[in-house]
């Protein structure tokens, strides 16, 4: 053994690993100008998700979440502060590394499931192996496989036209999957969904969590924010609370999101 390497027993390797965030956010602004208008999306947040961890991030339209998701999903960079992804500083980091780093480590779920259409769901999952240059017969055997996790084995071939609204976000969830990313990455899942199949959306949610896969879910439905294990709350650019689920009364006290009238939109 080489003198001066560090031999870490399993246990302890283990530890490592649960230590060190999946994602780091320190100190994060974001500004930006709108016509003659200065604009502070984001106000000096910070925020750490550990492996195996299930967030909701939640708060009204302009609070500053679908900013948040962008700088997580290295979809856009900070005015200033630091966000690390899987020990990777990618604040500093060039658009086309930022690609790299959304590639390699990052699964998206959408409101729009974006399936293509002609596309049996098995092809739909298999794109982004293509990708990653992952060879046929794999790239078949890993689709198929999340395919099966997400409870569509049986619909492989079928196209995005005859699969439900429900099913195609469990194709959309098995694609994010495929790459096997180090975060689960999800902005209004459940959206375009009605309630019911909303609910099936996010008890597989929470069967991935369970499996130990790290889950970040952007929404501004309350209902939603309320089944994860922690919950972030977003208010004019800023963390109003980050710790255990708030009760829905309380949740929409803080939001102020009026949860009657998104039932109504929803009738």
Known sequence: MPTGTLMLSASQQASFVQQRPVIALRNITKS???EQTHVSALNSVSLAVQRGEFVTIVGPSGSGKSTLMNMIGCLDRPTSGEYWLVGHLASQMKRAELAKMRNRYIGFVF????LLPRDTAIANVALPLIYSGVGKAEREKRARQMLELVGLGARIHHRPSQLSGGQQQRVAIARALVTRPSLL??????????SRTSKEIMELFKALHRQGMTV???????????SAERQVILRDGSIIHDGPALPLAELLAATSIDYEEKDAREA
Request: aromatic share 10%; net charge negative; proline share 7%.
């Open 216 to 226: 970040v879910l952007v929404t501004h439905d309350p209902g939603v924010a309320t």
């Open 185 to 194: 990455l999800a902005d209004e899942p459940t959206g375009a969904l009605d």
């Open 32 to 34: 930006y100008w709108m």
């Open 111 to 114: 409101q729009g499931f974006n």
